[in-house]
């Protein structure tokens, strides 16, 4: 099965550029994803990338994906504090047993 | 995309009971799922919900204890039954839908019950 790995906890000043990795074991996905959960609410999808796919950029969001490395990171440009949330990377498995990470706690410092 | 209402949002419970948690989607699919997010956790999936037949459980999850029903293609429960303290989480219910070849998982807010 997929073994997923993140950083608990980052912290960056707003304004600052954020970057939250995730490492990974199993490259069988077709689309990988970021999601994000705020405090007291379920996971809200931010972006995804297809695996043959290397860079997405989707406003303040850039996801770039290294499958040699199978590292998956997302870029938030300009972070403020209501991006201050659990970010959470994920497999879809060809659609089956969709994946989480563990989460990145981001917090924003004024 | 879908929208979802579970609830309750949160509940305390008693140690041996058992509470049903109740999803609600505003369209129909096919595909909805049960994950549960403990304490600090990540989600872990508990079932799939099957419309018309028996849920598709994980490794870990049987029946006895969370009992699933899927009645239609809006609507779905989870029971959690005789609870204990480690049952203490957020239960999160999803539908996958398809979104330019991608499998994309729509949460609801989630249930967050605490066991004393």
């Known amino acids: 099965g997929e073994d997923v790995e993140q950083s608990l906890f980052l912290s960056v000043r707003e304004g600052d550029s954020s970057v939250i990795n995730c490492t990974y074991t199993d490259s069988s996905s077709t689309y990988l994803y970021w999601y994000k959960q705020e405090p007291g609410a379920g996971l809200q999808l931010l972006t995804y990338?297809?695996?043959?796919?290397d860079m997405k950029q989707d406003q303040r969001l850039t996801v770039l994906l290294n499958k040699k490395d199978k590292h998956l990171s997302l870029r938030i440009a300009d972070t403020q504090t209501g991006d201050s949330a659990i970010y959470f990377c994920g497999f879809d498995n060809y659609g089956q047993n969709f994946v989480f990470g563990p989460g990145t706690r981001l917090s924003v410092l004024p | 995309s879908a929208v979802i209402s579970q609830k309750p949002s949160r509940d305390i419970c008693q140690r041996g009971t058992s509470l049903t948690i109740q999803c609600q989607v505003d369209?129909?699919?096919?595909?909805m799922f049960w994950y549960r997010q403990q304490p600090g956790q990540s989600l872990t999936l508990i079932a799939t919900?099957?419309?018309?037949?028996?849920?598709?459980?994980e490794s870990g999850f049987v029946i006895d204890k969370f009992p699933i029903s899927r009645p239609n293609l809006t609507f779905s429960t989870l029971t959690v039954s005789n609870m204990s303290p480690e049952d203490s989480s957020i239960y999160l219910c999803?539908?996958?839908?398809?979104?330019?070849?991608?499998?994309?998982?729509?949460f609801g807010a989630g249930s967050r019950l605490t066991v004393l």
């Open positions: 999803s539908v996958g839908q398809g979104a330019d070849g991608a499998n994309v998982l729509t």
């Open positions: 919900a099957n419309q018309g037949s028996e849920a598709t459980y």
């Open positions: 990338i297809f695996s043959n796919m």
């Open positions: 369209s129909q699919v096919t595909m």
